[in-house]
């Protein structure tokens, strides 16, 4: 990253983030990137202070963690981790992370389709060729338990990944219906990990019901936060 007291272009602040220009300005319009326009100069007349950049990118980890970054030439280029085009169902009624979830899982390379109802979500899945559910637990109207029952009576083989940061009150019973989970403290790169991991075994034969003390013990990686809806 560029050592300065602030960036006054465009171009001073996608070199520190190592991202594109179009890239850093597209995060401004959706994700509220930090930068200021002066007072008397042209809408393109950018400056940006690098403390509040890097405090933005600790509050926004989905967009870095699982982009492999490399040198070349003194520049900074992006390959993605992920080239298939699996077909992903996102259903979490907690709408700006769900937005967040799938502009990072569009941008490694999946097709995302996102919703933040559990009916809506079962609509979409009844729809699609879907390769994989990533499924919030708590939500309301229909809860993830509710939503997890319905996609293994339609479509048995489909991997369903259960999302929570309350994953201590999942019961077993709820444990038995799902793959696999992840903690929604756990890096990005957990997540993409168990999705991998999930496609590939969706062509063999579910795998038993995870021991509740498997289940347990996983559940335990990372600190419980607590979720605020906007």
């Not at 997890?148 to 990944?161: D, E, M, S």
């Not at 696999?180 to 579910?206: C, N, Y």
């Not at 498997?214 to 809806?229: E, L």
Request: with cysteine.
């Amino acid at each position: 990253m560029i050592n300065k007291l602030y960036l006054n272009s465009w171009k001073e602040i996608s070199e520190h983030v190592g991202r594109s220009v179009r890239t850093v300005q597209r995060w401004e319009r959706q994700f509220g990137f930090p930068v200021h326009r002066p007072a008397g100069k042209p809408r393109s007349a950018v400056v940006a202070l690098p403390a509040e950049i890097d405090t933005w990118i600790k509050k926004m980890p989905v967009l870095f963690t699982c982009d492999h970054i490399e040198r070349t030439g003194g520049r900074r280029s992006i390959q993605s981790t992920q080239v298939q085009k699996d077909f992903l169902l996102c259903i979490d009624d907690y709408a700006e992370g769900l937005a967040l979830r799938k502009a990072f899982l569009e941008a490694v390379g999946y097709h995302v389709l996102a919703s933040t109802d559990g009916k809506a979500g079962l609509e979409l899945f009844l729809q699609n060729n879907v390769d994989l559910v990533l499924l919030d637990y708590k939500m309301e109207i229909m809860d993830g338990e509710a939503v997890a029952r319905l996609l293994r009576q339609r479509k048995p083989r489909v991997p369903i990944l259960m999302l929570s940061g309350e994953v201590h009150e999942i019961p077993r019973r709820v444990v038995h219906l799902i793959d696999d989970f992840v903690h929604k403290s756990e890096p990005t790169g957990v997540l993409l990990s168990r999705i991998q991991q999930l496609l590939h075994k969706s062509t063999e034969s579910l795998p038993p019901p995870k021991p509740m003390a498997q289940a347990r013990q996983q559940f335990s990686m990372g600190p419980v936060r607590a979720r605020t809806n906007p």
